[in-house]
């Protein structure tokens, strides 16, 4: 039987009518699809974001199909593609956005570029892909649509990797980047648990958290089991429910305490006197 699910994350918010109008071009396909809204509150053409995001929530959905849409190079030759795993087909943009989830799930059995114009929307231009050529695509393939009937063939490995930083050793440091922010103000980093414990760090130990190389920004966090275990006014670190550790306060935003946002390097310092290394990439 074909999928009954469609997975949807976008950047395109839900002030205007885009998303309505993406769901309303799969429905109108395959009636007896169901759509799971996974975000459309992902900044605007934070290719980087997405992925994350994507990666974040791709073990929790429905088998079926992923549609993904961050796309700040809709109209040019950039590939539309869709991608085989084992548990679905991912839908996106060849821009970085579905690699890291595509990984994260076994990766990519075969794919295809979306080239073949009658499974797309008549449109007047070029500017929304999502609607006239990916949403039609998880259309066709929730109504039963072979994969191959969609495009051109293409080696998986061509695809275009998603770009995500790994923490750096430093002499009693690690450093790492900010991954996420929540609504909460939780900042969730690219570090490992795993990683600190190697370091001789364990849960109750308290370290220094520095933003990118400022040392003026220096602050003393404890790693406690959840938020209640903080104390007022007390900068926390935790293991989050992705298994990644954040930075975080009890009912207070981190982010803010921090002046700290997604993309920014930071440094846990287990040895005061240690210089921070800054990330390459990191702002």
């Not at 570029?113 to 066709?140: K, Q």
């Not at 991954?179 to 648990?193: A, H, I, S």
């Not at 040392?215 to 209640?228: I, L």
């Amino acid at each position: 039987m074909p999928p009954s699910f469609v997975s949807f994350l976008s950047d395109y918010g839900n002030a205007d009518e885009f998303v309505g109008v993406c769901k309303a071009v799969i429905v109108g396909l395959a009636p007896e699809t169901t759509i799971v809204d996974v975000t459309h509150e992902i900044p605007v053409h934070d290719v980087r974001a997405g992925g994350l995001a994507l990666v974040r929530a791709i073990q929790y959905l429905p088998a079926g199909i992923v549609l993904a849409v961050v796309d700040p190079g809709v109209g040019t030759d950039r590939r539309a593609i869709a991608v085989q795993t084992d548990s679905g087909v991912l839908i996106g943009p060849d821009n970085g956005l579905l690699a890291p989830a595509v990984a994260m799930i076994g990766g990519a059995s075969r794919a295809v570029s979306l080239t073949n114009t009658e499974y797309w929307l008549e449109s007047p231009g070029p500017t929304f892909a999502g609607r006239d050529v990916m949403a039609p695509a998880a259309g066709y393939l929730a109504a039963g649509v072979d994969l191959s009937d969609l495009g051109d063939e293409i080696d998986p490995v061509s695809l275009t990797p998603g770009l995500v930083s790994l923490p750096q050793a430093a002499d009693g440091a690690i450093v790492g980047e900010v991954w996420w922010v929540d609504r909460f103000g939780n900042c969730q980093l690219n570090v490992d648990p795993t990683e600190l414990g190697a370091a001789g760090v364990a849960q109750g130990a308290t370290v220094e958290v520095r933003v990118g190389d400022d040392e003026k920004s220096a602050r003393m966090a404890r790693w406690v089991h959840t938020y209640a275990d903080g104390n007022p006014g007390e900068l926390l670190l935790l293991v989050d429910s992705y298994g990644l550790m954040a930075i975080a306060c009890d009912k207070r935003s981190a982010a803010e305490e921090l002046g700290v946002k997604a993309g920014q390097a930071v440094t846990l310092a287990f040895n005061p006197t240690s210089r921070p290394i800054k990330v390459a990439g990191s702002k």
